[in-house]
């Protein structure tokens, strides 16, 4: 009889995690309709599933069925949901008071959801559900609040120092009119790095450049074609209109080899890179090569 009981639970187990199964197949295919029915079977007014009362509330939601759909929402706010559905679940309320006029309501639960961690910028720039919103002064910065979440750097003064070289060059020897090569510069990683492309008729390369974590320097890391063509310029600070490395090399008897590398900022079309060395301990300096960047039209 024990056996025979624990076979039956076992079996009941199964069947009703094959139907939540099922119901969840028809809320990924956005099947709404028969969603809700599968959901209605199996949560009972007892239940505390968060992740799936909060499901059948979108469900309800995308059938229209916005008083329904609420209750359920609230109902997965009770049921001690992580942050990541409660971050859900509060964007869902939001997106329901945008539809019903809610205007306060919508930016209280939109706050409370960026608090748990909503960070879905595409929802906000796209969903149709916060088109009654939209033009309220308090989205905007509730979006510029998002973006400044998922791109860090983008609101960093620091990493928007060397902004001024991003674009796409023509590249000449400086006082001269025959070009040397071309660089394009890209803001990459959310505006975290600089990446630059570098070609020219002896050589090519590339480097990023960022914030260091460490350090608080900017920091460029250079890889070209030619032999020994790896290189760190480090302990770049942007001052007086002008980003400043410092690098250390060795020569093929292995005596150090000191560098400065800078680039000026001359204006929205302008930048001159400068390289220089010093193998005396910085008694007297080389210059290894003065450049122009032309930005190109």
């Avoid at 674009?167 to 009119?177: H, L, M, N, T």
């Avoid at 630059?196 to 974590?213: C, H, I, M, R, Y």
């Amino acid at each position: 009889m024990l056996f025979c009981g624990f076979v039956n639970l076992l079996q009941a187990q199964t069947s009703l995690s094959v139907t939540m199964s099922r119901a969840d197949s028809f809320y990924y295919a956005f099947d709404w309709k028969n969603a809700k029915s599968y959901y209605e079977r199996l949560l009972k007014d007892t239940s505390h599933d968060a992740i799936h009362l909060n499901r059948i509330a979108f469900a309800n939601q995308n059938l229209g069925n916005y008083t329904i759909a609420n209750t359920y929402y609230q109902r997965a706010l009770l049921s001690n949901p992580n942050l990541a559905v409660k971050a859900s679940i509060l964007s869902r309320m939001a997106r329901v008071s945008a539809i019903l006029n809610k205007t306060d309501e919508a930016f209280t639960n939109l706050d409370s959801a960026i608090i748990a961690g909503y960070i879905n910028l595409s929802e906000i720039d796209t969903s149709k559900d916060f088109n009654n919103i939209r033009n309220d002064s308090r989205f905007k910065k509730t979006r510029e609040r998002v973006y400044g979440i998922v791109n860090p750097c983008m609101a960093n003064p620091q990493a928007r120092e060397f902004d001024f070289w991003i674009g796409e060059w023509d590249v000449y020897p400086a006082g001269a009119k025959n070009i040397v090569g071309h660089s394009l510069i890209q803001l990459v990683s959310s505006g975290c790095a600089l990446l630059e492309n570098w070609t020219s008729p002896l050589s090519n390369g590339k480097s990023l450049n960022f914030v260091d974590g460490i350090t608080h320097r900017w920091k460029q890391v250079w890889v070209g074609s030619y032999a020994n063509g790896i290189q760190d310029f480090v302990n770049g600070e942007y001052k007086d209109s002008a980003m400043r490395f410092t690098f250390e090399n060795y020569d093929a008897q292995g005596n150090k080899i000191m560098g400065r590398f800078i680039f000026y900022n001359q204006g929205p079309n302008q930048v001159r890179q400068f390289n220089e060395t010093s193998n005396d301990g910085g008694k007297i300096w080389v210059t290894s090569y003065d450049f122009t960047y032309v930005r190109k039209k």
